[in-house]
């Protein structure tokens, strides 16, 4: 999930939905008689992003990651989309009027013509009833199959105890009670910091079905102060515009960084130093932290040995430190710096990533 998140991110996504589904369907005729058994219980991560036609190529073979050779992608070295072969042996992509079904070992789509990943025109073959029932997997989301959508839903089919016998990815059945506790623990993870990092990211929801486990979100309206605030009223508040224009602008931070132009100039050196509010949410219960977050890239380390060591391997001097500073009603194990001030020394659970 925190892989997802990342590319997602990195695709310029704001908004992002997980899903687990635990229905099966079973209705109607299928493309292949093999996909039968990927109609049960998924887990479904949708995002107001779509793929490139070069995404949906990059999937095709299990271990590729084109992220690579993109600079300013915070999880270029990760697994991205690959980590969902730790739960499926069939993951399912649809974006914009592209559906692809993967099958990485080719058992099903050798007949297609297009093995390990066919893909289909959904707009265009809307009438074709296998076309249909597959998408009724989807239902999860309102979705009007009529025409094209600027987003992208991963829908990851839970592998079965028959799938992990012959599986030659990972041989381990995949339960529901595995993903619930997998999307509290990814609760808890974003809950102490997991989106202060992110370019775009503004919203995070978590379902189970119809309901809403949690939710996280950054704050474009909040007070200038959190104490005693449970609720933050949607009147009379502060903007935080300068923090949400300077956590916007760190990829073109980048860029004029690491990849000067002649228009741009040469810099050597920047920061960012902004607040941001984050509101995290479980059942009725909203609590508000707030974070002092500073970015700091650099071309040099000073050390010319060390430097030419990190341009071959394509390395960056990107730091990026969080200090949690003010909390609307205070949780267990959250400690403020203003609280804990006693001369020089200071109290915080402070988050730091480091690229």
Known sequence: MREL???????????????LDTNTYSNGPLLYDG??????PALL????????????ASLSSVGDSR?????????KYGQGFNSVYHWTDGPWVYS???LLLLDPHEQWSVESGQP?????????ERENKEIQNHLQTFRAFNLDISQEMDETII???????????????????????EIKDALDQFGREVREGGLLFLKHIQKVTVRINDDVIWEAKILQYCPRSLKSVAVIPPGNNLMNAESHRARQEIPVVFKEVFTPTTERGTKHSLSKLFNLDVEFTIGDVPIVYRYLVHHTMTRSSGNKELDEWAQERKLFGWVAVAAPIEVSQNPPNFQSASDHMDGLH??????????
């Not at 998140?5 to 899903?19: H, K, S």
């Not at 996909?35 to 049960?40: F, T």
């Not at 829908?155 to 009670?177: D, F, M, N, Y």
């Open 346 to 355: 200071t109290s915080s659970i402070q988050y730091c990533l480091i690229h």
């Open 116 to 124: 390990g990943g066919p893909t289909w025109d959904v707009v265009k």
């Open 155 to 177: 829908r990851i089919p839970l592998r079965t105890k028959g799938q992990a016998i012959t599986s030659k990815i990972v041989a381990r059945e995949i339960s529901i009670e």
């Open 5 to 19: 998140l990342q590319n997602a991110d990195d695709a310029g996504a704001t908004i992002v939905e997980y899903v």
């Open 96 to 98: 914009r009027r592209w």
């Open 45 to 56: 991560a949708r995002n107001n992003s779509v793929f490139r036609d070069e995404d949906f």
């Open 67 to 75: 992220k690579r050779h993109e600079a300013s992608s915070t999880g």
């Open 35 to 40: 996909l039968k058994e990927y109609q049960g």
